[in-house]
């Protein structure tokens, strides 16, 4: 049926179908006629952005394992270590060598106190354990931050962006002292606060809590200019080890093709990572999400599906794709970012990069 653009009177006993053209109806906000909105032309290129950094470029695979004298503030018996208190909540220091916060409320709080102070300058991370027995990361974080003779200093970090939030076993953590913006403070106090905005609450196990000397997390961007804008459509990482591969045999005895012998609870040929690489998308100043992988199959797990991995029988190579429903748009504001951050020895991969494909706007913002 043809369809014919009309005034806003039309014709009542046409038996065509017609689009009316309302004017506004300033007195309500409201129109009730054929909305018509316009958008800027935008040319885009196809694009391959690495996640780099300064030090180390396009290469992931670092050891950043942590090593020297760390400051101990908590290992599961306190001995020699700070002193726990509980503010608020229902707080067990003695459970199994374990800290445990059970149904907590919303500031719900721990501290631990150190009867000397500590020199900041030097020390690279704060490292700990979580297990999160029962927790919904929409309704709970967990903030973390220290300070000194009674008074809060640097910033207040939540620990959902430094752990998979998923992950109801224990995990390791690493967050980076410039994180908590006590590089070169002194400082005797560390608190967590529980913050619940409902819903069910919150039970967590902590441990191993200390201030790292020797070691430091290695952070890779997807690095732009001010004024670019990526239209991102996936992540693609790329690994590269020296791993034992099989060799299909056919039934007349000859080779077939060779196999990469993987396994979905390593990373090629290195195992289960301590801590994991974490993987953060920040925007407009606030984490939209956090995803730390220790494992091929976390990686599965998290949404990204392997290309046909490819093997010389000596040396493999394995693809992983993170495909995004809808492009991911990154900005090259310092309020907007996508990185990833490498926290154990990954250095015995022969190859660990990553890259942000999709579309570069051409023509600016």
């Not at 014919?4 to 109806?25: D, L, Y």
């Not at 090259?332 to 570069?360: E, H, K, V």
């Amino acid at each position: 049926m043809p369809v014919r653009i009309t005034g806003s009177q039309g014709g009542v006993n046409s038996q065509e179908t017609q689009a009316h053209v309302h004017p506004f109806k300033t007195f309500t906000g409201t129109h009730v006629g054929l909305a018509t909105l316009t958008h800027p032309f935008i040319q885009t290129e196809p694009s391959t952005v690495f996640f780099t950094n300064s030090a180390f470029g396009i290469s992931m695979n670092q050891n950043v394992t942590f090593s020297g004298s760390p400051e101990l503030i908590f290992d599961g018996t306190d001995s020699g270590a700070w002193t726990s208190t509980a503010g608020l909540g229902t707080w067990n220091f003695a459970d199994s060598g374990k800290v445990t916060i059970t149904l907590a409320l919303n500031l719900d709080s721990a501290l631990w106190e150190d009867s000397e102070t500590i020199d900041m300058s030097g020390r690279t991370a704060i490292t700990g354990k979580v297990d999160l027995d029962a927790y919904i990361p929409a309704n709970n974080s967990m903030n973390v931050q220290f300070g000194f003779d009674g008074g809060l200093l640097g910033n207040s970090v939540d620990l959902n962006d430094y752990i998979d939030t998923g992950d109801f076993t224990e995990q390791g953590f690493v967050i980076p002292t410039s994180d908590l913006g006590i590089t070169f403070l002194i400082v005797d106090e560390m608190t967590i606060t529980m913050i619940r905005s409902g819903g069910a609450r919150p039970t967590v196990k902590f441990d191993d809590f200390q201030i790292e000397e020797i070691g430091e997390p290695a952070l890779f961007s997807v690095n732009l200019n001010r004024a670019d804008k990526f239209h991102i459509e996936e992540l693609v990482f790329t690994y590269v080890d020296n791993i034992t591969s099989l060799t299909t045999v056919n039934v007349d005895g000859s080779e077939n093709a060779t196999s990469p012998f993987l396994s979905y609870n390593k990373i090629l040929g290195l195992s289960a990572l301590t801590n994991g690489f974490v993987i953060t998308r920040v925007k407009d100043g606030v984490t939209l999400f956090s995803a730390t992988i220790r494992t091929l199959g976390a990686h599965i797990s998290a949404g990204a599906l392997p290309d046909t991995p490819l093997s010389d029988g000596t040396n493999t190579i394995v693809v992983l794709r993170a495909k995004f429903r809808r492009d991911l748009i990154l900005t090259g504001r310092p309020d907007d970012t996508l990185t990833i951050q490498i926290n154990d020895n990954m250095s015995d991969l022969l190859q660990f990069t990553a890259s942000a494909r999709g579309s570069l706007e051409v023509n600016g913002n």
